[in-house]
């Protein structure tokens, strides 16, 4: 490519070459087995502790339900490995190679997602799962000894955040847009310009970050609360480690199988809410689940 300066005249070569950039992230993952009571509970922690000071390799190979300490450990790092989209790291590698060709080492970078943006779970949800001394899985425990996985107080906590969310919202939207209209009035064409466009800007970011989330799961409690639901019984199969996004809400996918284990005709597809902790059901155990539509709402163990 011919290059001026001046009056002088010279060539620009260009060159480009993939590189690859390794960037250390620090994943955490834990595990918290549901085993009963409380002596319980201290006594195989002190059965994990003679066992980390005698032989502390050993740990590894402690059986959590079929499984060893280390899988379990590795299946959660994974999860977590999987979880960013692949738009998003497309978006991370446009960044750095910006920054790297026309930056100066200097980056602000917003990666916007979405779909992938979980409402605030209430922190009635948290005490529900914390219940681990009296139930053996995440739930409220009915009269039937049923597990619900929501109750009516959640419903109305995450429509009181909905309404919440909505007035801190339409609150500076309404004055912008009084703004607008003033100087429309005042014929101020340049503000009228501006204000129009940030307050577009500002309404869609905001609705699609704060306000269809919390949505999104509304209609998922409404459903499963209110909503026509089935019952199903059969023997718990699988549960997939990645979460997928149904409807805004993302879920565990899982199988219950109704039939032979064997045949996969028999399997059928259900979701278990991924804002909820992972229930310790076990491979082959009898389960009846209550659902709408394919989302659950309510578990117990079958005779």
Not at 57 to 70: A, E, I, M
Not at 149 to 155: G, I, V
Not at 250 to 277: C, H, K, Q, T
Request: some cysteine; glycine content about 6%; charged content about 25%.
């Amino acid at each position: 490519m011919l290059m001026r300066q001046g009056s002088r005249y010279g060539v620009r070569l260009k060159a480009s070459a993939p590189t690859l950039h390794l960037i250390r992230s620090d994943i955490e993952t834990e595990i918290a087995p549901v085993l009963g009571t409380q002596e319980q509970s201290e006594a195989f922690v002190d059965t994990l502790r003679d066992a980390f000071e005698k032989a502390p390799q050993s740990l590894w190979d402690t059986n959590f339900f079929g499984k060893s300490l280390k899988d379990l450990i590795q299946e959660g790092v994974m999860s977590k490995l999987n979880r960013m989209p692949v738009d998003t790291r497309e978006k991370v590698q446009v960044a750095l190679t910006k920054m790297l060709n026309e930056g100066d080492g200097g980056m602000i970078c917003i990666l916007l997602g979405c779909h992938n943006v979980a409402p605030k779970i209430p922190c009635t949800f948290f005490r529900i799962c914390g219940m681990i001394n009296r139930v053996q899985s995440t739930g409220i425990r009915m009269e039937n000894e049923a597990f619900a996985l929501y109750t009516e107080q959640d419903y109305q906590d995450i429509a009181s955040q909905l309404r919440r969310r909505w007035i801190a919202l339409l609150i500076p939207s309404v004055l912008m847009l009084a703004g607008v209209v003033a100087s429309f009035v005042a014929r101020i064409r340049p503000l009228t310009i501006g204000l129009s466009i940030a307050l577009g800007v500002i309404f869609i970011f905001c609705f699609g970050m704060f306000i269809s989330p919390v949505n999104a799961y509304l209609r998922h409690l409404d459903d499963v609360l209110h909503g026509r639901v089935r019952q199903v019984t059969g023997a718990f199969k699988s549960m997939d480690q990645q979460s997928v996004t149904r409807d805004g809400v993302r879920y565990y996918p899982m199988m219950i199988n109704v039939g032979s284990m064997e045949d996969e005709e028999d399997d059928r597809l259900f979701y278990y809410d991924a804002n909820l902790p992972r229930p310790d059901w076990q491979v082959g155990e009898k389960l009846t689940v209550t659902a709408h539509d394919k989302a659950l709402g309510a578990w117990e163990r079958a005779a």
